[in-house]
């Protein structure tokens, strides 16, 4: 499967931003999909996933309560709505996928197989 991130952009402290994912290929919901960040000279961040076939989602202590991830199986698209930005949230956004991957490894990159090219955020305070 091939993913293509877009959404980036400028953004001021308290705002909001919607990124998406859309992804070529068949079985969509299959995939278990995520978004992780990454700033220079640090390890990329779990962000948020989505389980396949269930969809259950699950976001990292950072981003809870301000961003929501969503899924649309028929659109091949997933989403993270980004609110109450602050500047600790300037990151390159990563989309990831993964077949049928275990419920234990959805935060750990290096279970996903299938990357996007990244779209930066910068948030300004």
């Known amino acids: 499967v091939q993913l293509q991130a877009s959404g980036g952009g400028l953004v001021q402290a308290g705002g909001s931003r919607r990124l998406s994912c859309i992804a070529s290929?068949?079985?969509?919901?299959?995939?278990?999909l995520a978004w992780f960040r990454q700033v220079p000279d640090k390890a990329r961040e779990f962000v948020a996933a989505?389980?396949?076939?269930?969809?259950?989602?699950y976001y990292s202590d950072s981003v809870k309560g301000r961003f929501t991830l969503s899924r649309d199986n028929a659109q091949s698209t997933l989403y993270l709505q980004m609110d109450s930005l602050q500047p600790e949230d300037t990151a390159v956004y990563y989309c990831?996928?993964?077949?049928?991957?275990?419920?234990?490894?959805?935060?750990?990159?290096?279970?996903?197989?299938?990357w996007g090219q990244g779209t930066l955020v910068t948030v300004s305070s």
């Open positions: 990831a996928a993964a077949s049928f991957l275990h419920d234990s490894y959805y935060h750990t990159d290096q279970y996903y197989n299938f």
């Open positions: 290929g068949r079985f969509f919901n299959q995939y278990t």
């Open positions: 989505s389980r396949y076939g269930t969809g259950a989602t």
